[in-house]
């Protein structure tokens, strides 16, 4: 076997870093320090790579150093003459990402805050959230759940339920057998009735001031919605 000399883990010299990234390498530097000195390590650095810098995709991230673009632009240009580097891009921190989001894709980089539980709430159990919750599991008799916005439960739902906490009147219901013993959207209430066989997923919403139980599938409330939006 040949021995391989290239050095591809972690580099560090004064001001640049420089460190295996994927299938690329991600270049950590200090923009403000003079732009020869910058090169020099480079240099040095790149050398020890030999051919792996050809072609290789690059990102420099200046550590949330800003105000040196056409330092970071002569970099990237010194990069691929003298050693063949690929693509360069610039690391862009998730924030700023955020603020750029295609306005027309609202659901991108959003931090949800549901609150989302597995298994079986049991009687004397309380779930509370000031956002949505979605339950995968039954809720029994004798459970209660309360929520700012939406609730939804993929099971059995035959306990007590309030959404839409304190006013929100557009706040619904779901659950793929629904039976509660009372639910509440906003201030809004109604007490269950005899239990069914669960055979249709149904959900409860607010009409004309009253709440309602519909077809999921025949009603499809979430159909007015015209691009994905974050719970």
Same mark, same amino acid.
Do not use: C
């Given at each position: 076997m040949n021995n391989r000399n290239d050095k591809t883990n972690t580099e560090t010299s004064n001001s640049v870093k420089l460190k295996g990234s994927g299938n690329g390498f991600k270049l950590t530097l200090d923009p403000?320090?003079?732009?020869?000195?910058?090169?020099?390590?480079?240099?040095?650095?790149?050398?020890?790579?030999?051919?792996?810098?050809?072609?290789a995709k690059v990102v420099i991230d200046t550590?949330?150093?800003?105000?040196?673009?056409?330092?970071?632009e002569n970099i990237k240009s010194y990069l691929t003459k003298k050693f063949k580097v690929g693509q360069i891009s610039t690391y862009i921190p998730e924030?700023?990402?955020?603020?750029?989001?295609?306005?027309?894709?609202?659901?991108?980089?959003?931090?949800?805050?549901?609150?989302? /539980? +597995? %298994?079986?709430?049991?009687? =004397?159990?309380?779930?509370?959230?000031?956002?949505? #919750?979605?339950?995968?599991?039954?809720?029994?008799?004798?459970?209660?759940i309360s929520a700012g916005?939406?609730?939804?439960?993929?099971?059995? /739902? +035959? %306990?007590?339920?309030?959404? =839409?906490?304190?006013?929100?009147?557009?706040?619904? #219901?779901?659950?793929?057998?629904?039976?509660?013993?009372?639910?509440?959207?906003?201030?809004?209430?109604?007490?269950?009735?005899?239990e069914t066989p669960g055979n249709k997923a149904e959900f409860a919403c607010v009409d004309k001031n009253k709440i309602i139980v519909q077809d999921y599938l025949k009603a499809n409330p979430f159909a007015k919605i015209p691009w994905p939006e974050a719970m």
């Open positions: 403000s320090m003079p732009e020869d000195s910058i090169k020099g390590e480079l240099s040095v650095l790149f050398e020890n790579l030999k051919h792996l810098a050809q072609n550590d949330g150093v800003k105000g040196y673009d056409h330092v970071i924030q700023t990402i955020e603020q750029k989001t295609d306005s027309s894709k609202p659901w991108m980089f959003h931090r949800s805050d549901v609150l989302m /539980l +597995k %298994g079986r709430i049991r009687s =004397g159990q309380k779930i509370e959230s000031k956002k949505h #919750i979605i339950i995968a599991g039954d809720v029994n008799p004798g459970a209660e916005g939406d609730v939804i439960i993929l099971g059995k /739902l +035959k %306990g007590k339920v309030h959404a =839409g906490l304190p006013d929100n009147e557009n706040a619904i #219901i779901f659950a793929l057998e629904f039976n509660p013993t009372q639910i509440q959207i906003s201030g809004i209430t109604a007490v269950g009735g005899d």
